[in-house]
């Protein structure tokens, strides 16, 4: 027996898109993560063309420097762990305000 009227749609066909959207997502950090250049992006390759680089500070907080995760060690599998965590981190984060924002909605025209 489902918990689900026959109207309610299940969790996963109401969010079928948003869930082939996480595992599109997933898939591309876990196949061009890995392939990203090390050399500077173009902010920081500016800022030592122009000699300002070291006038920088380092932020004073950093949740994964360098897009690894602490404690482990094979390069590869850090930097598409880190990715998957940016990406999990993003889709709760739209998640969460589309939910607060429907509910929102659903309150002001219940008013």
Same mark, same amino acid.
């Given at each position: 027996m489902s918990? /689900? /009227? =026959? $109207?309610? =749609? $299940? *969790? *996963? %066909? %109401?969010? %079928?898109w948003a869930i082939a959207g996480l595992l599109i997502t997933a898939l591309v950090v876990i196949i061009l993560a890995p392939l990203a250049s090390s050399d500077p992006d173009g902010l920081n390759r500016v800022s030592e063309d122009r000699g300002f680089a070291e006038q920088g500070q380092d932020a004073p907080y950093e949740f994964l420097p360098g897009y690894s995760v602490p404690g482990i060690d094979d390069e590869r599998a850090t930097v598409i762990?880190?990715?998957?965590?940016?990406?999990?981190? &993003? *889709? &709760?984060l739209t998640m969460a305000f589309g939910t607060y924002v429907r509910h929102q909605s659903r309150r002001s025209n219940q008013t």
């Open positions: 918990n /689900t /009227t =026959p $109207s309610e =749609p $299940s *969790f *996963f %066909r %109401r969010y %079928r762990i880190s990715g998957l965590i940016g990406v999990a981190i &993003v *889709f &709760v």
